[in-house]
Structure formats: C-alpha cells, structure tokens
C-alpha cells in the first residue's frame, strides 16, 4: 500500500503563485510515477503533470506548460507541483496520484482557489 498527503494549497490572487506538495509513505520504492490531478467543480478530474521516478520524465496538460513545474525528491519521498502564473481557472481541487505497479493511489486532495 501507497499513502498520500497533500499540502500546499490555499487562496491566491491571480498571477501569483503556490507550492503544492505530496509525501508518500508505504510501499514507496516500487512507485513507477506520479502525478498531479485537479478537478473543478461540475467538471471530470484531469491530469495535470506527471513526472516518473527514476528517470523523471515529465509531461503536462497543454494548459499548464510553461507555468507549472512538477518535481520529485526521491529521498524524501515527495513530489511537488510550483504554479506561476496562476489563473481563476485554475481553480480547483488538486490530487496527488501514484502508480505502483498495476495499482493507482490518491491523496484526499487540497484546494486551490484562484481569485481576486
């Protein structure tokens, strides 16, 4: 089993910025990759950023390229996700996910609240 906690979110203005971060604990050494979804209200939740764990290959929705940057600290056994820039639709709950093996965990989420 893989555990997930979320942090880092909050109300923002837009354009400015926020650090989200996600602490795995468990089985955490077989974690393939791991990503950061949101979903807003009324909406179906989409990935945002994905980063694998040993290469760290990363890939992002078109909508955030070029203002969010996901990382990875493997020795503390964390992923972070920097926004810039930030936009009103950006405005969301955000998930952490991890894919071990043929199994996918989630987070409890943590809100991101863009707005003036």
């Known amino acids: 089993q893989v555990q997930l906690v979320e942090s880092g979110g909050g109300l923002v203005q837009p354009g400015g910025s926020l650090r989200l971060s996600c602490a795995a604990s468990?089985?955490?050494?077989?974690?393939?990759?791991m990503s950061w979804y949101r979903q807003a209200p009324g909406k179906e939740r989409e990935l945002v950023a994905r980063?694998?764990?040993?290469?760290?290959?990363?890939n992002y929705a078109d909508s955030v390229k070029g203002r969010f940057t996901i990382s990875r600290d493997n020795a503390k056994n964390t992923v972070y996700l920097q926004m810039n820039s930030l936009k009103p639709e950006d405005t969301a709950v955000y998930y952490c996910?991890?894919?071990?093996?043929?199994?996918?965990?989630w987070g409890q989420g943590t809100q991101v609240t863009v707005a003036s």
């Open positions: 980063i694998t764990r040993v290469s760290g290959s990363t």
């Open positions: 996910n991890a894919n071990r093996f043929s199994n996918s965990y």
């Open positions: 468990g089985f955490t050494s077989s974690i393939y990759a």
